[in-house]
């Protein structure tokens, strides 16, 4: 049984360019949440979606967007990149009937220099 | 004042030592507690879950909710040098993250 996949492994852009990182959930998780991890900190939740929804936000400006696809899989879109947008993106997939229990993929480290 | 706090160590024990990592909150509200477990570059695995307060165990991890102290703790009995790890509790819905403690058994 896949547990969560992230594409890509590492990933360097430039100030200003835009990024898609990909999240494919858990088999049989149909909800599936993104979480922004600086160096040294806890991950901050980005947002989560289920049933192609954004369900619930957290504090992150309109550069971040995201989609969810009828597979369930999802991307994270962050446009105008910034210095500090340079951290590590995690996805985690849990199911909409117990979404505290999340499964966490590996994450893609973006650099932006 | 962080919503979540959590003292990020260091902490060093010797193997077999009896482990306490703990976090507080301020947030009432808050129903579902979680423990992660977080190697160096990898993505955070769930450890424990629980729900309102009261003791959970399983292996030989237990946690702990103290709902009116506002506070949550994760003990490792027996631990082992494969416990070395980031330590990351979590809380309600949107997974409100505290900042981790890094632990490391000494063999």
């Known amino acids: 049984d896949a547990g969560v996949t992230q594409s890509p492994t590492h990933l360097i852009k430039t100030r200003g360019q835009q990024v898609t990182l990909r999240c494919s959930p858990k088999?049989?998780?149909?909800?599936v949440s993104w979480y922004q991890q600086a160096l040294g900190q806890g991950p901050q939740f980005i947002f989560q979606?289920?049933?192609?929804?954004?369900?619930q936000r957290g504090n992150f400006p309109d550069r971040f967007s995201g989609h969810q696809f009828p597979n369930y899989s999802s991307e994270l879109n962050v446009n105008a990149l910034l210095l500090g947008d340079s951290a590590l993106y995690l996805c985690?997939?849990?199911?909409?009937?117990?979404?505290?229990?999340?499964?966490f993929g590996p994450g893609t480290r973006l650099t932006v220099t | 004042q962080k919503e979540v706090e959590q003292d990020p160590g260091p902490l060093s024990v010797p193997e077999g030592a009896i482990v306490s990592l703990n976090c507080t909150y301020s947030?009432?509200?808050?129903?579902?507690f979680m423990w992660y477990r977080q190697y160096s570059r990898k993505g955070p695995e769930l450890l424990m879950y629980?729900?309102?307060?009261g003791n959970k165990e399983d292996g030989r991890f237990t946690a702990q909710v103290d709902k009116s102290s506002k506070y949550i703790s994760l003990f490792i009995r027996d631990s082992q040098p494969s416990d070395s790890a980031t330590y990351l509790c979590a809380m309600n819905y949107d997974m409100r993250f505290g900042a981790g403690t890094r632990l490391t058994v000494k063999p």
């Open positions: 088999s049989g998780h149909d909800t």
């Open positions: 979606y289920y049933e192609e929804e954004e369900r």
């Open positions: 629980t729900y309102s307060s």
């Open positions: 947030n009432s509200a808050f129903q579902y």
């Open positions: 985690a997939s849990s199911f909409s009937s117990g979404p505290y229990e999340q499964y």
